[in-house]
């Protein structure tokens, strides 16, 4: 995974994780969940991919500061290559919402022999 300005290029078929931390110095709690949405574009209301993670993990010595986004291979293989747009937001444990990245481009890439879907042909 590369990231550039916010930007994420991903290889199909990868296993690779986010860290998400809050800027405001915030920390995770029982019950918070992050929220990781794929789209073709940014106003749709459809997702092509959403990962929900409550893997709470330290950030800079804080216990709970951040929470780990795991993309497995099994989530992007049968997805077509091209550019997409992701965000993600947080849910909080008392159902309140917060968006901490706007839609911005996810573009996902072919990957090494491991990018193949059931048939085989990597298509």
């Given amino acids: ?3 550039s300005n916010g930007r994420i290029k991903f290889n199909r078929g990868d296993d690779d994780a986010l860290m998400v931390a809050l800027s405001d110095g915030s920390t995770f ?3 918070d969940k992050v929220f990781f949405s794929l789209k073709t574009e ?3 209301t459809d997702d092509i991919l959403q990962i929900e993670s409550e893997d709470r993990v330290p950030y800079n010595g804080v216990a709970n500061a951040a929470m780990l986004v795991s993309i497995t ?3 992007t293989i049968e997805i ?3 550019k997409y747009y992701y965000d993600i937001y947080v849910e909080w444990s008392d159902g309140t919402f ?3 990245v706007e839609p911005i481009r996810f573009t996902l890439a072919p990957g090494g022999s491991h990018d193949e879907d059931e048939t085989g042909d990597g298509a």
């Fill in 1 to 3: 995974m590369e990231f």
């Fill in 98 to 100: 917060r968006t901490v």
């Fill in 29 to 31: 709690k029982d019950g």
């Fill in 42 to 44: 940014p106003s749709d």
């Fill in 73 to 75: 291979h099994e989530d």
């Fill in 80 to 82: 077509d290559l091209g």
